[in-house]
């Protein structure tokens, strides 16, 4: 199979965006991926792969894509007649249209291909919107079979499940993993809070981030509880943003000036793996992904050089550092707490500032990872960027199956 390129990617800044509406984000994240890939206009584009899990609580559902690219169409931006696939996987989705776009070049149906993420999730008039945007996570139609499941989760985990009006479930789902990881390993408090400490201080650095704070270990800790152990500063926040990319094939990217190709990015692998019910003590579908991936590549997890992990609680970054291959299961607290992962660090992680410091508006995180990413490749991160990066790594999930993720995607990238 020939070689599959990234030539734009783009990123709006994350954050509560109430007069931003979903076909002004769109049109953001297109127009910034057609300038970072040197493109006046979009006329090569030759299918698109759209992302958003919410506007149907805006009551659009079904061609949320071509709805958000119409106005482009009409001024000419957007090239007519291009098919717009709609794609919705919970926090995976913006990852999925990614490989759809990918798979769409890989199998010779087109040279150039755009994948989007939209999605907005702050309403402060209507509350009960965000809060029905995320119930679509999780099962609706059998409801005492997770209620059953956890029940029995918690009492093996120590940790009673017990949600509140105050967060989603999943915030419920990702404290009682937690727990099990430490009353299993010694894992601790404090070594979950170091990881969210880490992100604040990058999220400092990364202008396009929700919060552009820093925080310490015992400010995190201080912060108000969420659902124990976990508080809110080791939590992702709601937000509004949207995120592209544009990939190619190796044929379209030798047609290009000299000055896109020094720029593009190899897309070395991109998995996907589903989840299930499973024990506390079953490894979790982010290894499933990741073995894919890194057979895919040729490649193992000491090639990484620098990775984008879904942080959707800072536990999941001491979780997945295990499942990626980071380090031995049951180590990432140490992992993480011993500064592996903070920039200038062995393997630095989310140095976008992640999840809990960059934001997270669904339908758009998995592409403003690979956006972060290739910017790191290329050497354009500015004060985040990891010196000599080479290989980098995208683990996106979404929705809940239990303690698994519905969902999850892995992507491998490495600089041409």
Sequence with gaps: MSDIYLIGVFSTAFGKRPDATVKDLAREAYLGVLADAGLEDGAAIESCWFGNCGMWVEEQGSIRGQVCLTPLVREGLFPERVPVVNVEGGCATASM????????????????????????????????????????????????????????????????FDPGPDRSIFMDTYAMQACYHMKRYGTTQAQIAAAAAKNHGHGALNPRAQYQFEMTVAEVLADREVSWPLTRAMCAPIGDGAAGALLVSARRLRELPTTVRERAVRVAATALSGGKYRALDESGLSRVAAQKAYRQAGLGPEAIDVAEVHDATAFCELYQAEMLGFCEEGQGGSFVESGATTLGGRLPINTSGGLVSKGHPVGATGLSMIAELTEQLRGEAGPRQVPGAHTALAENGGGVVGFDEAACSVVLLQRA
């Design 97 to 160: 249209a990614l490989n759809g776009a990918w798979k769409d070049i890989a199998a010779g149906t087109a040279d150039t291909v755009l994948a989007l993420g939209v999605e907005k999730t702050f309403y402060p008039d209507a509350p009960a919107q965000s809060a029905r945007l995320f119930e679509g996570g999780i099962d609706q139609y059998d409801k005492d079979e997770w209620r059953a499941y956890y029940a029995a989760a918690g009492a093996e985990a120590g940790k009673t």
